[in-house]
């Protein structure tokens, strides 16, 4: 991982202003996140930011760049600024379903559970929350596919 040097909390902070996720949370919210430092991480261009398997349970939110997720190897979708993944194993302790590669610089915002309990209430409310809102939306899409195969 490359350092973070480049991205104050001044500038973390207006790449979460740009992204939806945020929408809900407070200026002065979004920079309690923006000025915790080992919450920012950055990744190069081809370097692997989960692999499928292991055990883990950081979650990442794309503050900036675009990322491939594999399954078996097999490209199954690409995410860019404001998608978020990594929440299953986030809220359940079950070991990683897919891999995720940067496909260009990305930098993200990334939570285990550990220091989601040292965020602020609110701010861990407001996360739950765009989990769950993600969690229904993917369960809507797959009703709509069973139906669409009756």
Do not use: W
């Not at 809900?24 to 499928?52: D, M, P, Q, R, V």
């Not at 965020?119 to 809507?140: F, P, W, Y």
């Amino acid at each position: 991982m490359s350092k973070t040097a480049d991205y104050s909390p001044e500038k973390i902070q207006k790449l979460m202003d740009k992204i939806s996720f945020f929408d809900e949370f407070s200026k002065y919210e979004k920079k309690l996140c923006a000025t915790s430092a080992s919450s920012i991480k950055i990744f190069k261009a081809g370097e692997k930011i989960i692999s499928e398997g292991e055990q883990d349970t950081f979650f990442y939110i794309i503050l900036l760049g675009n990322v491939e997720i594999l399954k078996k190897d097999v490209e199954i979708n690409t995410m860019k600024e404001g998608d978020f993944f990594g929440e299953m194993s986030f809220l359940a302790n079950t070991p990683r379903s897919t891999t995720v590669i940067a496909l260009d610089r990305v930098v993200t915002y990334r939570l285990n559970q550990k220091k989601m309990q040292m965020l602020q209430g609110s701010i861990r409310e407001k996360i739950k929350d765009q989990c769950i809102i993600k969690l229904v939306e993917g369960a809507d899409r797959l009703t709509e596919e069973i139906r669409s195969h009756l």
